[in-house]
């Protein structure tokens, strides 16, 4: 008996160690929609950056609760058509985004050009409103994301990939293939049919109507 409690108490300890305590408002997308997948880019160096992002200690979405709830009736509808949401980023702390101004400010470093912004003066990113000292991201209601095939966990093709800076990822870019249109507007459709409002220059990125916390900026760590 005395060996089962201490097994039990060990596994709740480490599944302690994988969490925290989100501020209040806050929840893991998992404890919602656990089939959503996730690619979490800024944990990797598989970024613009081209390196992991302050503040990004473990890959684990977190959202506004109200948005976590939200993404999950997003998911439920496009499990319906064999389809899932995959998210690549979610809330992001104040740290991050202060991590992208200093990797903006300094023209030098354009590791990532090739992959990111190919047409693109660096200096320009921005005036261009490419980065900014602040994101809707910091409140907690704002997602990057697009949809991929369950089963095959293969993408929807959006013309462009996630995080490119450039035109062809407005969501009304003209110049897309017919298929390519109609992927952006099933993305478009499920997601405002569910409380979400579009970005203009960003296929993947919307944000929570009526989102919980519209003027705060938080700086907790993922993880």
Same mark, same amino acid.
């Given at each position: 008996?005395?060996?089962?409690?201490? @097994?039990?108490?060990?596994? /709740?300890? #480490?599944?302690? *160690?994988? *969490?925290?305590?989100?501020?209040?408002?806050? @929840?893991?997308? +998992?404890?919602?929609?656990?089939?959503?997948?996730?690619?979490?880019? %800024?944990? @990797?160096?598989?970024?613009?950056?081209?390196?992991?992002?302050?503040? %990004?200690?473990?890959?684990?979405?977190? #959202? *506004? #609760?109200? #948005?976590? +709830?939200? /993404?999950? +009736? &997003?998911? +439920?509808? /496009?499990?319906?058509?064999? /389809? *899932?949401?995959?998210?690549?980023?979610?809330?992001?702390?104040?740290?991050? &985004?202060?991590?992208? &101004?200093?990797?903006?400010?300094?023209p030098n470093d354009t590791l990532t050009k090739k992959d990111y912004y190919p047409k693109l003066n660096k200096r320009n990113l921005f005036k261009l409103g490419y980065i900014a000292s602040k994101s809707g991201h910091s409140r907690g209601s704002s997602v990057d994301l697009t949809i991929v095939h369950v089963g095959t966990d293969t993408e929807l093709d959006m013309g462009s990939p996630f995080d490119f800076f450039g035109k062809i990822s407005h969501p009304s870019y003209p110049n897309l293939t017919k298929q390519q249109k109609a992927n952006r507007y099933l993305l478009r459709k499920v997601m405002m049919a569910n409380g979400f409002r579009p970005y203009k220059n960003e296929w993947w990125h919307f944000t929570l109507n009526n989102e919980p916390f519209p003027k705060t900026y938080f700086d907790f760590p993922i993880k």
């Open positions: 008996m005395k060996k089962w409690i201490f @097994s039990i108490i060990l596994a /709740l300890i #480490t599944l302690q *160690s994988y *969490s925290q305590e989100l501020p209040e408002g806050f @929840s893991y997308v +998992k404890d919602f929609a656990p089939t959503i997948q996730q690619e979490l880019r %800024y944990c @990797s160096h598989n970024n613009f950056l081209g390196v992991p992002v302050d503040g %990004y200690e473990e890959p684990v979405l977190i #959202t *506004s #609760t109200k #948005t976590a +709830k939200a /993404l999950a +009736k &997003v998911q +439920k509808e /496009l499990e319906k058509k064999g /389809l *899932s949401l995959k998210i690549f980023d979610a809330y992001r702390p104040q740290s991050a &985004v202060n991590h992208f &101004v200093r990797w903006a400010r300094v």
